[in-house]
């Protein structure tokens, strides 16, 4: 209780008092995996951010930085949190040349806000991630989770081009720059992605921007089988055909949307009501593109069995296309205890979704699959009950998921489990033999481990 | 150099392995670029253990390493700035695995750029990043420099296409970083290490994507009777929001010396040229077409050719990427520089380059990648008048200054290296030094791979051992 003691008062002594809180109500609303920090500060400029870093390690406080918070819960529980950096006063962009299809921005701007202003110049970026309404620019970077329009757009890796961070020095740095093409200095921001504030404290990221789509175009086909539904995404995927978006939707996956849309007053077509499993697709161009790939589509899914297929209404293609970019955040929430798992693997066939079935099945839970682009594949193991009988169980399957895809030379990552779990339960899996290199990366970035310590890969 | 460490080194590799004679050294002296440096030793492994045997010996002996290619970069990053040991990896070359359904192709650093995509065109597929250079330099050398070319614009530079590495450490500890397939898990080790210009590893396995080929192409040359209508045409076509394949423009300097060269049917008489291409569905890239002839029409294209068949498209491209070899003809060497700007500062940048060769004495040809910015002014000198030769050094200086007074960077394709170094203030701050060498120290604690490379020598990594004679008297701020 110490460092909480006078914390407020000695952080007055580098920032305006308007600009830190010590309340205890507000400081619970900034807790990480039930871990509470003792101040926060919202800081008005990188430098204002680079004078708190500086002030952490001085003192030797442990600082998480966060924007909406909306994911904070990715990761290991953190080891030591003493002052929460929110970025909400970052908004700026600080440059959008529309005819370079540039744009610099700061790190606390929502990427709804953001939106607007690009679509302006019929432009966009590419991060449709979960939790969309909310999401800051650089909590989408930070928390490295999956936009649904990588089959197309890539992730933020291919996109983003320079970053400006505070390191754990306190000193503010960049990497990269504003220009598409680049390669002057070592590609740091590239590490930014997906390390949840452990590297530094993001202040502003630079991207290339994308040309709003013409037109756009949905489908969807359902099959009796996970081995035919997967055999028509092999096929699209092979096809040459330009697809946005192609996810496999498990029976369980699609009752749990429909579920949802009904209460929102939108009904699923009834033809599709089935307990199948669902290709889902997305695609976009001018309009001739549109309809060639409506056609092609409905030739692959037929080719391959499909029980129903039909292309989606604009209207309901958006509601549906809304409701899988934020499958993380409502499969967090599809039962009283969920576990959430993101898994990549180089291949996925119908005895790899019916194996993980099985591992939540003979602890007799429920779960669901979604397969997106790229081989990864969410997996949420849905139990009934939140009591200790209920825990045990799912930390069962958790271990026997784990020790499943290690085997697949693929790798598994807990994006959400009950609190208490995340305690007992390594949600990054076993240690990989690239750690040794990332310890080094975090050393040099970082070398008092004041950023997030705990919470990332390893440890780390 | 100790006789001691030529005797080990044969004892691991072989005598046809090792080089040590002065005349053998001098081959491996240069690089594309206008920069020397001479290896006391070449060593050419066949196996990643291989390398990790020459890294623990040179660590053994103290001596510097660095790792080479096909020798082909521009800006000295695979010379021996500081002497020692230099590791040629053209005997690793195998293509390890092929993975066709998931398009993944596992190769060995020698590998030759476009053999990948020679063994890999039969299933509709190929290596995207396309260097000019591409029939002759190594994906090694492609990734420790982040290599471009001209179909970067819509596919994306090296980094973009590499997934995992196997990478041996200067103290010889061999890594790995990424994966075949998806995400890594953790940081992106991978994406740090791309484009590190072997200062920080030396690669030995190499995991890249493979794309695939689009359904329809097309190449289109727009000729144009000023530069300024060809680089306002480039701003238009962005401005809408077109991303081609790829957009190319020789100035009609270049071009002529191209056309005497190689007969691609590039007007003589005109200013300027712009080699386009669009590619996707047959309905997309037509539509795309039909909007560039448009564009190129409104900003007064003289003529817009559409190449009718492979035929005449590959000879565009021939063409084009046949440019430098071309200029060979006019002078006895040439100076390809290599800048990037936000492409809305297109116009302004090309009319200050002329300016710039004005008040040099030089005339500076264009040839370069208009869509992403990337801009190759070529100065043509003789490298035995030194006065010229230092012309040419300042004239290349002010370019890059002014790109990046426009908004741009010091290089977009061909790496910082021993070229640009002393620039690298123009962009960073010592705080961005610091952290780029506590990152550097980590994995090279000791400088001894590729030392004098990257850092600016004043704000360097530790002690670099670099040997005066062996500086030459390129780009020094």
Same mark, same amino acid.
């Given at each position: ?286 309009? %001739? =593109? ?6 092609? *589509? /409905?030739?692959? $899914? +037929?080719?391959?069995? &499909? !029980? ?71 997996? %949420? =193991? ?6 200790? *009988? /209920?825990?045990? $169980? +799912?930390?069962?399957? &958790? !271990? ?61 | ?477």
């Amino acid at each position: 209780m110490t460092v909480a003691a006078n914390l407020g008062a000695r952080l007055e002594r580098i920032l305006d008092a308007r600009r830190i809180v010590t309340a205890e109500e507000e400081l619970q609303a900034f807790a990480v995996d039930g871990v509470v920090p003792a101040a926060i500060v919202r800081p008005a400029s990188a430098e204002e951010v680079a004078e708190v870093v500086r002030f952490a390690q001085s003192e030797n406080l442990a600082v998480i930085p966060s924007g909406s918070r909306s994911k904070l819960e990715i990761g290991m529980p953190p080891l030591r949190y003493d002052i929460a950096i929110d970025t909400n006063q970052l908004q700026q962009i600080a440059h959008f040349d529309a005819g370079d299809m540039t744009l610099s921005v700061d790190a606390g701007m929502p990427l709804r806000t953001l939106e607007g202003t690009l679509a302006a110049k019929q432009q966009f970026l590419p991060l449709a991630v979960p939790c969309y309404e909310t999401s800051t620019v650089g909590g989408a970077i930070s928390s490295g989770i999956d936009s649904v329009l990588r089959q197309q757009y890539g992730t933020a890796r291919d996109f983003l081009i320079g970053a400006e961070f505070v390191d754990g020095t306190g000193k503010l740095c960049k990497s990269g720059g504003r220009v598409v093409k680049n390669v002057t200095g070592y590609d740091m921001h590239k590490l930014l992605i997906g390390s949840l504030g452990t590297l530094g404290v993001i202040t502003r990221l630079n991207f290339r921007t994308f040309p709003l789509a013409q037109t756009s175009g949905g489908y969807l086909a359902s099959f009796a089988s996970s081995e035919q539904a997967l055999a028509c995404r092999a096929s699209l995927e092979s096809s040459g055909l330009p697809f946005t978006n192609i996810e496999v939707l498990s029976p369980e996956i699609l009752s749990i949307i429909s579920a949802i849309l009904r209460s929102a007053g939108t009904e699923m077509p009834p033809t599709l009501e089935s307990q199948g499993w669902c290709v889902y697709l997305s695609y976009e161009g001018n309009l %001739a =593109v549109v309809q060639r790939v409506t056609n092609s *589509a /409905a030739n692959i $899914a +037929l080719a391959t069995g &499909a !029980a129903q297929s039909l292309p989606l209404e604009t209207q309901f293609d958006e509601s549906l296309g809304g409701m899988l970019r934020e499958a993380y955040e409502w499969l967090r929430w599809a039962s009283p205890s969920v576990l959430l798992f993101r898994i990549v693997q180089p291949q996925i066939g119908k005895d790899d979704l019916a194996e993980l079935a099985n591992l939540a099945s003979v602890s007799s839970l429920r779960s669901a699959l979604l397969v997106r682009a790229a081989g990864v594949l969410y997996f %949420a =193991v849905l139990s009934e009950a939140e009591d200790m *009988a /209920a825990q045990e $169980a +799912l930390e069962k399957v &958790a !271990a026997s998921v784990f020790a499943h895809i290690g085997k697949q030379q693929g790798h598994a990552t807990l994006l959400h489990a009950p609190e208490l779990l995340k305690f007992r339960v390594n949600v990054w899996g076993p240690k990989r033999v690239d750690f040794e290199m990332m310890r080094r990366v975090k050393q040099a970035f970082d070398p008092q481990a004041i950023f997030a310590p705990g919470r990332f890969v390893g440890g780390l | 150099m100790t006789s001691s460490l030529l005797r080990a080194m044969i004892a691991l590799l072989g005598a046809d392995n090792v080089l040590h004679k002065t005349e053998d050294l001098l081959l491996y002296e240069f690089d594309g670029s206008v920069e020397k440096a001479r290896p006391d030793l070449v060593v050419f492994p066949h196996t990643t253990k291989d390398v990790s045997g020459i890294a623990k010996l040179a660590a053994k002996h103290h001596v510097p390493i660095v790792g080479r290619g096909a020798g082909t970069g521009l800006s000295g990053g695979a010379l021996a700035r500081g002497g020692g040991v230099m590791i040629v990896f053209a005997r690793m070359n195998r293509i390890l695995e092929l993975d066709l359904p998931n398009r993944r192709a596992v190769v060995q650093p020698g590998v030759v750029n476009f053999d990948i995509t020679r063994a890999v065109e039969h299933a509709g597929l190929f290596f995207a990043p396309d260097p000019s250079s591409q029939r002759a330099c190594t994906i090694g050398g492609n990734v420790a420099e982040n290599a471009g070319g001209p179909h970067t614009l819509a596919y994306g530079i090296t980094t973009n296409h590499v997934t995992a590495l196997e990478m041996v450490l200067p103290d010889g500890e061999v890594v790995r970083v990424g994966t075949n397939h998806g995400d890594v898990l953790g940081y992106d080790l991978c994406g740090l290490f791309v484009g590190s210009e072997g200062t920080l590893a030396l690669i030995t396995e190499i995991t890249v994507k493979l794309s695939r080929k689009a359904e329809a192409v097309k190449t289109l040359l727009a000729i144009f009777d000023t530069v300024e209508s060809a680089s306002q045409t480039v701003v238009a076509i962005t401005a809408q929001g077109i991303t081609p394949a790829a957009c190319e423009m020789m100035d009609g300097w270049t071009l002529r010396a191209v056309e005497d060269y190689i007969h691609a049917g590039f007007p003589r008489d005109s200013a300027a040229v712009l080699l386009l291409e669009v590619e996707g569905l047959r309905e997309g890239a037509e539509a795309q077409a039909a909007a560039i002839e448009a564009l190129c029409r409104k900003n007064q294209a003289r003529e817009v050719r559409v190449a009718k068949d492979d035929h005449e498209r590959d000879l565009l491209w021939k063409g084009r990427k046949n440019a430098f070899g071309a200029l060979g003809r006019l002078a006895p060497s040439n100076y390809v520089l290599d800048g990037v700007i936000p492409r809305s500062k297109l116009p302004q940048t090309l009319q200050r380059i002329q300016e710039i060769g004005k008040k040099y004495g030089f005339g500076i040809g264009n040839i370069f990648h208009a869509g992403d910015g990337n801009l190759h002014p070529i100065v043509l000198y003789d490298p035995r008048d030194t006065k010229q030769f230092e012309r040419a050094i300042a004239a290349a200086k002010e370019i890059i200054r002014y790109c990046v007074e426009v908004g741009g960077a010091l290089t977009g394709e061909h790496g910082v290296g021993m070229e640009k170094n002393e620039l690298m203030p123009l962009l960073f701050s010592d705080a961005d030094f610091d952290l780029m060498r506590r990152l550097h120290d980590a994995f090279n604690p000791d400088s001894s791979l590729n030392p004098g490379k990257i850092f600016p020598l004043s704000k360097g990594c530790g002690e670099i051992r670099v040997r005066r004679e062996a500086t030459p008297a390129g780009f020094r701020a």
